[in-house]
Protein backbone atom coordinates (compact mmCIF):
# COMPACT_ATOMS: atom_id res chain seq x y z
CA UNK A 1 0.00 0.00 0.00
CA UNK A 2 1.34 3.37 -1.01
CA UNK A 3 1.10 6.58 -0.60
CA UNK A 4 2.56 9.73 -0.84
CA UNK A 5 3.51 10.87 2.84
CA UNK A 6 7.23 10.09 3.88
CA UNK A 7 7.54 6.98 5.67
CA UNK A 8 10.02 6.94 8.75
CA UNK A 9 11.33 3.70 10.67
CA UNK A 10 11.92 4.23 14.74
CA UNK A 11 13.31 1.37 16.17
CA UNK A 12 13.35 1.34 19.50
CA UNK A 13 9.61 3.01 20.23
CA UNK A 14 9.66 2.40 23.62
CA UNK A 15 12.56 4.20 25.40
CA UNK A 16 14.83 6.64 25.42
CA UNK A 17 14.46 8.88 22.42
CA UNK A 18 11.66 6.37 20.86
CA UNK A 19 8.27 7.68 21.72
CA UNK A 20 9.37 11.48 21.48
CA UNK A 21 10.95 11.05 18.11
CA UNK A 22 8.22 9.65 16.83
CA UNK A 23 5.47 12.25 18.09
CA UNK A 24 7.98 14.48 16.15
CA UNK A 25 7.83 13.05 13.21
CA UNK A 26 4.49 12.26 12.97
CA UNK A 27 4.08 15.98 13.32
CA UNK A 28 6.68 16.60 10.32
CA UNK A 29 3.94 14.63 8.06
CA UNK A 30 5.37 11.24 8.12
CA UNK A 31 3.76 7.48 8.50
CA UNK A 32 5.41 5.40 10.74
CA UNK A 33 6.85 2.00 11.61
CA UNK A 34 7.55 1.48 15.27
CA UNK A 35 9.40 -1.02 17.12
CA UNK A 36 7.74 -2.52 19.99
CA UNK A 37 5.68 0.74 20.51
CA UNK A 38 5.26 2.48 24.56
CA UNK A 39 1.64 2.21 25.38
CA UNK A 40 -0.95 4.75 23.61
CA UNK A 41 2.04 5.65 21.45
CA UNK A 42 0.19 4.53 18.23
CA UNK A 43 -2.97 6.38 19.42
CA UNK A 44 -0.91 9.60 20.20
CA UNK A 45 0.66 9.62 16.72
CA UNK A 46 -2.80 8.63 14.88
CA UNK A 47 -4.24 11.86 16.61
CA UNK A 48 -1.11 13.11 14.73
CA UNK A 49 -2.72 12.63 11.52
CA UNK A 50 -0.20 9.62 10.89
CA UNK A 51 -0.53 6.02 9.70
CA UNK A 52 1.42 3.52 11.83
CA UNK A 53 2.68 0.17 12.41
CA UNK A 54 3.58 -1.45 15.39
CA UNK A 55 5.57 -4.11 15.26
CA UNK A 56 6.32 -6.17 18.83
CA UNK A 57 8.83 -8.24 19.63
CA UNK A 58 11.62 -6.57 18.09
CA UNK A 59 14.28 -7.29 21.70
CA UNK A 60 15.91 -4.08 21.26
CA UNK A 61 17.09 -5.41 17.59
CA UNK A 62 19.69 -7.35 19.32
CA UNK A 63 19.32 -10.17 16.21
CA UNK A 64 19.08 -9.78 12.86
CA UNK A 65 15.50 -10.57 12.79
CA UNK A 66 14.42 -7.24 14.39
CA UNK A 67 15.98 -4.97 12.06
CA UNK A 68 14.63 -7.18 9.56
CA UNK A 69 10.79 -6.87 10.61
CA UNK A 70 10.78 -3.58 10.81
CA UNK A 71 11.61 -3.37 7.21
CA UNK A 72 9.29 -6.19 5.75
CA UNK A 73 6.32 -4.30 7.57
CA UNK A 74 7.75 -0.66 5.98
CA UNK A 75 7.55 -2.47 2.55
CA UNK A 76 4.19 -4.10 3.41
CA UNK A 77 1.87 -1.06 4.85
CA UNK A 78 3.66 1.75 2.90
CA UNK A 79 6.14 0.22 0.20
CA UNK A 80 8.96 2.57 0.92
CA UNK A 81 11.49 3.40 3.76
CA UNK A 82 12.30 7.49 3.12
CA UNK A 83 14.12 7.90 7.02
CA UNK A 84 15.06 5.48 9.50
CA UNK A 85 16.31 5.64 13.91
CA UNK A 86 17.12 3.60 16.24
CA UNK A 87 19.06 4.36 19.49
CA UNK A 88 21.14 1.52 20.25
CA UNK A 89 23.79 -0.26 22.83
CA UNK A 90 23.97 -1.69 25.95
CA UNK A 91 26.66 0.04 28.53
CA UNK A 92 29.38 -1.93 30.32
CA UNK A 93 31.44 -0.21 32.52
CA UNK A 94 34.56 -0.67 34.44
CA UNK A 95 38.19 -0.46 34.16
CA UNK A 96 39.77 -2.04 31.01
CA UNK A 97 42.75 -3.58 33.53
CA UNK A 98 39.65 -5.52 34.95
CA UNK A 99 37.92 -6.13 32.17
CA UNK A 100 37.13 -10.05 31.05
CA UNK A 101 36.23 -11.24 27.06
CA UNK A 102 32.92 -11.85 27.96
CA UNK A 103 32.43 -8.02 28.71
CA UNK A 104 34.01 -7.15 25.23
CA UNK A 105 31.39 -9.73 23.80
CA UNK A 106 28.84 -8.06 25.27
CA UNK A 107 29.28 -4.30 24.53
CA UNK A 108 29.77 -5.43 20.86
CA UNK A 109 26.40 -7.25 20.64
CA UNK A 110 24.98 -4.07 21.82
CA UNK A 111 26.81 -1.24 20.39
CA UNK A 112 28.60 -2.33 17.05
CA UNK A 113 26.05 -5.95 16.11
CA UNK A 114 22.89 -3.35 16.42
CA UNK A 115 24.07 -0.80 14.42
CA UNK A 116 25.16 -3.28 11.79
CA UNK A 117 21.97 -5.31 11.54
CA UNK A 118 20.20 -1.81 11.38
CA UNK A 119 22.23 -0.54 8.69
CA UNK A 120 21.71 -3.84 6.97
CA UNK A 121 18.81 -4.32 6.85
CA UNK A 122 17.73 -0.49 5.93
CA UNK A 123 20.49 0.49 3.37
CA UNK A 124 19.53 -2.28 0.50
CA UNK A 125 16.07 -1.13 0.57
CA UNK A 126 16.95 2.58 -0.15
CA UNK A 127 19.88 2.30 -1.98
CA UNK A 128 17.69 0.58 -4.49
CA UNK A 129 15.00 3.05 -4.33
CA UNK A 130 17.45 5.50 -4.92
CA UNK A 131 16.69 8.29 -1.94
CA UNK A 132 16.64 7.59 1.78
CA UNK A 133 17.86 8.86 5.42
CA UNK A 134 19.52 6.82 8.00
CA UNK A 135 20.58 8.15 11.64
CA UNK A 136 22.42 5.81 14.22
CA UNK A 137 22.03 7.05 17.74
CA UNK A 138 25.06 5.77 19.26
CA UNK A 139 27.12 7.48 22.22
CA UNK A 140 29.27 10.77 22.59
CA UNK A 141 31.46 8.23 24.50
CA UNK A 142 32.38 7.13 21.20
CA UNK A 143 34.23 10.29 20.19
CA UNK A 144 36.74 10.61 23.19
CA UNK A 145 38.40 8.18 25.63
CA UNK A 146 36.24 7.67 28.43
CA UNK A 147 37.91 7.00 31.53
CA UNK A 148 34.92 3.96 33.70
CA UNK A 149 34.07 2.83 30.34
CA UNK A 150 36.83 1.79 27.75
CA UNK A 151 35.31 -0.88 26.21
CA UNK A 152 32.05 0.67 25.86
CA UNK A 153 33.94 3.67 24.52
CA UNK A 154 35.39 1.50 21.83
CA UNK A 155 32.65 -0.33 20.81
CA UNK A 156 30.53 3.26 20.10
CA UNK A 157 33.68 4.61 18.16
CA UNK A 158 33.81 1.46 15.85
CA UNK A 159 29.58 1.85 15.38
CA UNK A 160 30.27 5.82 14.53
CA UNK A 161 32.79 4.71 11.77
CA UNK A 162 30.99 1.92 10.29
CA UNK A 163 28.29 4.70 10.18
CA UNK A 164 30.91 6.78 7.61
CA UNK A 165 31.82 3.68 5.48
CA UNK A 166 28.36 2.77 4.80
CA UNK A 167 27.88 6.63 4.24
CA UNK A 168 30.50 6.45 1.55
CA UNK A 169 29.23 3.14 -0.16
CA UNK A 170 25.61 4.21 -0.36
CA UNK A 171 26.22 7.99 -1.02
CA UNK A 172 25.93 7.30 -4.48
CA UNK A 173 22.63 5.79 -4.55
CA UNK A 174 20.91 8.81 -2.91
CA UNK A 175 21.13 7.65 0.56
CA UNK A 176 22.45 9.54 3.51
CA UNK A 177 23.60 7.66 6.80
CA UNK A 178 24.82 9.93 9.70
CA UNK A 179 25.30 9.07 13.74
CA UNK A 180 24.67 11.63 16.44
CA UNK A 181 25.94 10.45 20.01
CA UNK A 182 24.66 11.82 23.34
CA UNK A 183 25.19 11.66 26.95
CA UNK A 184 24.53 13.95 29.95
CA UNK A 185 20.74 13.12 29.35
CA UNK A 186 18.17 14.29 31.44
CA UNK A 187 16.32 10.64 31.11
CA UNK A 188 15.85 8.55 34.04
CA UNK A 189 18.30 6.09 33.07
CA UNK A 190 20.91 7.95 32.64
CA UNK A 191 19.74 9.63 36.24
CA UNK A 192 20.02 6.23 38.22
CA UNK A 193 22.82 5.48 36.49
CA UNK A 194 24.64 8.53 37.91
CA UNK A 195 23.36 8.53 41.30
CA UNK A 196 21.20 11.58 40.66
CA UNK A 197 18.52 11.46 42.83
CA UNK A 198 17.78 15.40 44.52
CA UNK A 199 18.77 19.01 43.23
CA UNK A 200 22.79 18.56 45.08
CA UNK A 201 23.31 15.48 43.59
CA UNK A 202 22.00 16.80 40.29
CA UNK A 203 23.93 19.96 40.56
CA UNK A 204 27.65 17.72 40.41
CA UNK A 205 26.60 16.12 37.21
CA UNK A 206 25.99 18.79 35.55
CA UNK A 207 29.06 20.45 36.54
CA UNK A 208 30.71 18.03 34.45
CA UNK A 209 29.22 19.53 31.22
CA UNK A 210 30.48 22.80 29.91
CA UNK A 211 26.56 23.65 29.46
CA UNK A 212 26.40 23.08 32.83
CA UNK A 213 23.09 21.28 32.03
CA UNK A 214 21.50 17.96 30.92
CA UNK A 215 19.76 17.62 27.61
CA UNK A 216 16.15 17.85 27.21
CA UNK A 217 14.78 14.01 25.26
CA UNK A 218 12.14 16.46 23.57
CA UNK A 219 14.67 18.95 22.10
CA UNK A 220 17.10 15.68 20.76
CA UNK A 221 14.05 14.11 19.26
CA UNK A 222 13.74 17.28 17.19
CA UNK A 223 17.65 17.16 16.81
CA UNK A 224 17.57 14.23 15.58
CA UNK A 225 14.45 14.41 13.27
CA UNK A 226 16.41 17.05 11.07
CA UNK A 227 18.49 13.83 9.78
CA UNK A 228 15.53 11.79 8.57
CA UNK A 229 13.01 13.74 7.27
CA UNK A 230 14.15 15.14 3.77
CA UNK A 231 14.58 18.46 4.78
CA UNK A 232 18.20 18.56 3.93
CA UNK A 233 19.74 16.23 1.52
CA UNK A 234 23.81 16.99 1.45
CA UNK A 235 25.01 15.82 5.11
CA UNK A 236 25.89 12.38 4.96
CA UNK A 237 28.89 10.15 6.95
CA UNK A 238 29.04 12.02 9.74
CA UNK A 239 29.40 12.08 13.84
CA UNK A 240 27.61 15.01 15.66
CA UNK A 241 28.16 14.48 19.51
CA UNK A 242 24.98 15.72 21.52
CA UNK A 243 26.56 16.18 24.71
CA UNK A 244 26.60 19.78 26.14
CA UNK A 245 30.34 20.39 24.53
CA UNK A 246 31.79 17.14 26.73
CA UNK A 247 33.02 16.21 22.95
Known amino acids: MTGTRRVAIIGEANAYSGPALALEMARRGHDLVLGDASPGLVEEVTALGARAVDVTGTNHLLEAEGSQRLVDAALSEFGRIDGATTATGIIVTGRFLN???EDLHKVVKGCLEVP?????????????????????????????????????????????????????????????????????????????????????????????????????????ASFCANFIDGSFTFTTGQFVAYAGGWV
Open 99 to 101: SKV
Open 116 to 220: YHFLRAVTPVMAKQGSGQVLMQTSAAGGRPTPGAPLYSTARAAANMLVRNVAAEVAGAGVMVNAVGTNFMDFPGFLAANGVTDAESRAKVEAQVPMRKLGSIEEF
